[in-house]
DNA sequence: CTGGTCGGTATACGACGTAAACCATAGAGA
DNA sequence: TCTCTATGGTTTACGTCGTATACCGACCAG
């Protein structure tokens, strides 16, 4: 018979805080999908009546940036230093991991202004000191930077949102083929067949597409040294 | 007194059709935003109720993505030939000039698996044709794609969803200096007050990335020439 | 004992997408 | 000319969403 004392009880207290409403959250969105993520949802998953949220957080908009700004505390961050080219490539390579790992965050970190919480101050000022300190001017850098910034952020995207996994690519691309005007889209068919054969989907795709930008960064800033 | 008669009155007719619903869905999104085209609303605005749009529309999906693919075919076409970079240039800076145009359908355009109608293909089909009759390879034209592609679409939704306009960014950046931890964040300082100061907003850094990748490929384009 | 604050609940409102039933008109066939 | 039916618009209604507001129990300071 132990109740009442307030302690031992298993289930019934931990009062709830912004950190567990966003920790809750981001596990609800990893679960069930950014769709179903609701007060109400939310609030039940908690074991609370969904008003209770109110609490602790302003409004759902409120919600949605703490918890984008919690994936993003999840990402490896490059150190700015001699190694600036390895160092971006790590920071990207991380960040590109971790909306993977959490999709639906993609799509929040694009409608809602890119994310503007601490974690992604930190990454900022991180990214654009590893460039500053690896020799890149000012102008240089700030390019670079949304370069990389966007390349990133919309290959996640596009990777996310494709509408196809891996197995039944092949299946629908075919299938496809058979429906659409293929003899007006020659090069489409082409494309598609491309992919139904080597069966890519973004995989190593991302690496290429980084290592060109970086490549394409170190030759600007080498050109920018001699030259001027 | 003209009247009954069934021609003159001035709107009481013109029956409605998929392509005016989809007309005026465009035009009202492009007045008021897309958080206000609601069934409800873009009935109104077409002197009907609402519920009536479902007779030309699936749903409201069916009804956004045919205006995704309204708008990307009012974009300019690279035509696949010799120009290829320069055609290539064009297609995408009129690609974003577009999507400049209909801010909104950045959102749509990437939280819907980057559109997918007769439009869509048509620009798809241009662009790797572009690429193949400029001497890619296969494998180089589906990855020069998927760049170029993922370049456009990020920048166009990193400058729609950018919350400040260039008027009041100066102040509000100054604002958000003094409030936030810029002791930590040195570099964000810097990249910030180069915002301010180059009052540029991603005018030019698009073309910046866009030649930055156009000629990333055309140099691995003849290093395969001449490699293997 | 008392009163206030804090965290959770109950209830309610308005807006949304949309299903279902209904109804007006305009031709087509007899 | 009269009916029959398909087409396109209206009405009503349902369930779900975010959230404003009022309430209420437990805790803690005086």
Redesign the pocket.
Known sequence: MVSKS?QSGAQPRV???RERVLRGALEFADAHGLA??????L?EAL??????L???VA???D?LEGIVDLVLSEVDLPSPGEAWKAELRRGALSTFEVLMRHPWACQLLVTGGGGSGPARWRQMDNILGTLRKGGFSVELTHHGFHVLDVYVKGVALGTVSFPLQKEDMAEVAEKFLREFPAADHPYLVEHISYHIDSGVLGEGDFEFGLDLLLDSLERLRDAAATGT
């Open positions: 307030s009062p709830l805080s179903l993520l609701t007060m109400r949802g609030g074991g609370v009546e969904g008003m209770a109110y609490k602790h409004n759902k908009d919600l």
